[in-house]
């Protein structure tokens, strides 16, 4: 059985790591072209690394013939189920679910309470040395929809609770009961639009949500609402977008866009009403420690053949060659 761990933080930096595997380094490297730290065929887990371009961090995957294990550092991993062709079957892909939550909300939160308190013209306004006063609603008393109530939609009502929020609503896959309330189903997303003052976006990209933000969404969003995406940019259609935002009737704030990174000449830019950050709602000071804590957690169950965490899919015959988002 092969036993090499493949891992994108030096394993030194890691406590808790069990023993038994061999563990290598390799994070691509600067221009992406480091090369591989040992024998492709001889790794068992394979860690993606962060924060690196696509090609970087799918180029050992054709190469990993006895791999039983890939782990992403990502909440989505829609860009790595569709390159998983060469994958023997019976390989588990895992997310980073419990890594990423924490600093999601909290930038999900900040953009919010930035949009509708004006900060982004404050900015300008400072840069300008001119003190420039004016009203701007508050998140208190405000009806916010949750659209994608996994661990991150979770998360983000926790930090919107201390706010007086009026509502949040809450939107998933699925519909079922918590202890905050209901969670609706997709289906009920046009209904609850109409009475939202803030729909924030953090559902996963598949197949069934790209494009769920297109401009049958964004007519049923009332006048003034403000639209926050923390997901992936393809969750919403850019031009129905566009098309609202050039109007004056709704704003956004918006982490991710489609395309990725938006091009400097892109109309998105100037439209009216709308915050940009390039997509920066994992990587913070709360990444590392909860990403060391995952790998360490998930590699001791691998060695001691226990339950994954996080199981997005194994590969196999209905999943090897399969397309995905």
């Excluded at 690394?49 to 990502?74: A, F, G």
Aim: aromatic content about 6%.
């Amino acid at each position: 059985m092969t036993t090499d761990v493949w891992l994108p933080i030096p394993p030194k930096e890691i406590e808790g790591l069990p023993e038994g595997p061999r563990y290598l380094f390799w994070d691509g490297g600067e221009d992406g072209e480091q090369e591989f730290p040992g024998d492709p065929a001889d790794c068992a887990v394979y860690v993606v690394p962060y924060m690196k371009p696509l090609p970087v961090r799918v180029r050992p995957l054709e190469h990993l013939t006895h791999v039983r294990l890939i782990q992403t550092l990502t909440a989505g991993v829609d860009d790595i189920t569709g390159r998983l062709d060469a994958i023997v079957p019976g390989v588990a892909l895992c997310n980073a679910r419990g890594v990423h939550e924490a600093s999601t909300a909290e930038l999900a939160l900040t953009l919010t309470l930035a949009s509708l308190r004006g900060i982004p013209g404050f900015v300008r306004a400072q840069q300008e040395r001119r003190w420039e006063s004016g009203f701007h609603p508050a998140l208190a008393d405000k009806n916010v929809l949750i659209v994608g109530y996994g661990s991150i939609g979770a998360a983000i009502e926790d930090r919107l609770t201390p706010f007086e929020v009026a509502r949040v609503a809450r939107i998933a896959r699925e519909g079922r009961t918590t202890a905050r309330g209901p969670v609706h189903p997709f289906a009920d997303v046009l209904s609850l639009l109409p009475d939202a003052d803030v729909v924030i976006v953090s559902t996963p990209l598949t197949q069934a949500t790209h494009h769920l933000v297109d401009a049958g969404f964004l007519a049923r969003m009332k006048d003034g609402a403000l639209l926050v995406n923390v997901a992936r940019g393809p969750v919403v259609d850019t031009e129905a977008l566009l098309a609202e935002l050039n109007s004056g009737r709704i704003s956004a704030a918006l982490d991710v866009t489609d395309p990725e990174p938006l091009p400097s000449d892109h109309p998105l830019w100037q439209a009216p009403g709308v915050l940009i950050s390039p997509h920066v709602g994992g990587p913070s000071s709360a990444f590392r420690p909860r990403a060391e804590r995952l790998l360490a957690d998930q590699l001791h169950r691998f060695v001691n053949r226990e339950p994954l965490r996080n199981v997005i899919l194994t590969t196999g015959a209905e999943t090897a060659g399969a397309g995905g988002h």
